[in-house]
């Protein structure tokens, strides 16, 4: 973890948050790569699920909600982990990692007795702060689609099943976050919410862990490092029957990437009851009325991203020199094509290797760079997963042609300027 850690921050993957005052502890930013490889993760699961699919819609709901979403949801009365405090340096921990102990692990203090905390973060709307006005940011995208039911139904006329999906913020107090963006405060989410018919749901729940489970291997994820975890009865969310997790083998252990859950119609009729709108699904075929199971398959966007670097984490020797080189998937890599002209001196050279830049950029995710020796400038580009560094010489400006160096065989091939934009095209397709 200290590698990947140490090579977010060199290369502009992921910074701590508010670094110029000591840091928000696990509180993380995006930087300029970090960016690019979480847009391509969403926009990955996006056309998987939304664009790829006649049966899902997509949708945006805002972080804040009516606070009565969350008195129906069951969170205000169940979302919840037992802490203790310690009476001495004051430290949190969740009831469950103390495994029994009644001492501080920290400093050997006294604890006090496990007392239910919410994970809710809990914030004022207006100007006032009182009981009226208190509000919730959102612990988990779902409920922004179930209070959406009905609009979609009158809008899109779906037959069953059907699903709505989004990415988005979601916050949670966490007693106990950590192991760098694996567990925040603050994180995305990218959620499926499918609405289907009750008697179908443990056979739609199977399918969608099988197809989840494949997603990830089809971003490059390593099968070896990847898992399903049925939950046991006891460590299942208040409102799951069933649920199964798809886990990753991180450096810190076996740990849930997403989980796909049978929430039953608990939210559906939870919400029909609290604001007394019946949100049941008329079957037109069956001429039947009922509420619908959903099966709902839950990710972590920022989870993801991190299983994701440490599977592509490569480190090899090359004659005497240690390569480091992230092998992302060329859907996922955060740069397609870096332009390098091998001498920075020669302007020819240089503007060639501008023009070819502003040229692919129009195409795919382009950087121009120059700021080194063309060792260290590939270097760079293998720590960041570009896929291809093109680089012009002055034979290019003889005979029209540059050399295309593959990130992971490290093979160099000469090819044409005008062909190059069809050539990288074929690779990338
Ligand atoms: N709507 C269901 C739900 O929220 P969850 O298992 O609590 O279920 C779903 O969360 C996913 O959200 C998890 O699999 C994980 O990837 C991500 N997630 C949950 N809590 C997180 C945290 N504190 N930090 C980062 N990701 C988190």
């Known amino acids: 973890m200290e590698k990947i850690v140490s090579l ?13 005052y000591g840091g928000l502890s696990n509180t993380w930013d995006y930087g300029p790569f970090g960016v690019e490889l979480k847009n391509n993760l969403k926009a990955a699961w996006w056309k998987a699920n939304v ?5 899902i819609y997509g949708m945006d709901a805002a972080i804040l909600m009516h606070p009565k979403v969350w008195e129906a949801s069951g969170h205000v009365q169940n979302f919840f982990d037992l802490k203790s405090d310690c009476k001495s340096c004051k430290k949190r921990f969740k009831a469950e990692d103390l495994k029994g102990k009644n ?9 006090t007795e496990a007392r239910p905390f919410n994970l809710m973060f809990r914030t004022y709307q207006g100007p006032v702060e009182d009981a009226s006005s208190a509000i919730y940011m959102r612990p988990e ?5 179930f209070v959406n039911f009905l609009n979609i139904i009158d809008t899109k006329h779906p037959r069953l099943p059907f699903g709505l999906a989004q990415i988005g913020k979601a916050f949670r107090n966490e007693i106990t976050p950590g192991n760098f963006t694996f567990r925040t405060r603050e994180f995305e989410q990218m959620e499926i919410e499918y609405f289907v018919n009750p008697k179908d749901a443990a056979r739609i729940q199977e399918e969608w862990v099988e197809s ?29 029957l069933a649920c199964t997790d798809i886990e990753y083998n991180f450096p810190f252990g076996w740990s849930e990437l997403e989980g796909i859950a049978n929430r039953t119609d608990f939210d559906l009729k939870q919400h029909s009851e609290a604001s007394g709108k019946e949100l049941k699904f008329f079957d037109d075929a069956a001429k039947e009325k009922f509420y619908p199971y959903i099966i709902e398959p ?13 599977d592509a984490f ?3 020797k090359v004659r005497e020199d240690m390569r480091v080189v992230l092998k992302l998937n060329k859907d996922l890599a955060p740069v397609k094509a870096a332009v390098l002209p091998l001498l920075r001196n020669r302007p020819e050279i240089v503007e060639q290797a501008k023009k070819i830049s502003a040229d692919l950029k129009k195409s795919f995710n382009t950087v121009y760079d120059d700021t080194g020796a063309i060792g260290k400038l590939y270097r760079r580009q293998d720590e960041v997963g570009t896929l291809f560094c093109i680089t012009v010489d002055v034979q290019s400006l003889e005979d029209k042609q540059v050399t295309v160096r593959e990130r992971d065989s490290m093979l160099q091939e000469r090819i044409s300027i005008d062909r190059l934009k069809e050539y990288l095209s074929n690779k990338l397709s």
Not at 8 to 20: E, H
Not at 51 to 55: C, K, S
Not at 103 to 111: A, D, I, Q, R, V
Not at 141 to 145: E, K, P
């Open 103 to 111: 001492k501080c692990p920290e400093c050997g203090g006294e604890l």
């Open 298 to 310: 839950s990710g972590g966007v920022d989870r993801s991203v991190l299983a994701i670097l440490v």
């Open 212 to 240: 989840r489970f494949n997603w990830y291997l089809g971003l490059g994820l390593k099968k070896e490092n990847l898992r399903k975890r049925p939950h046991g009865k006891d460590e299942l969310a208040h409102y799951a």
């Open 141 to 145: 995208t779902a409920q922004g689609m």
């Open 314 to 316: 490569h480190e090899e």
């Open 8 to 20: 977010c921050k060199r290369r502009g993957f992921i910074f701590q948050s508010s670094d110029i």
């Open 51 to 55: 664009y790829e699919r006649d049966d």
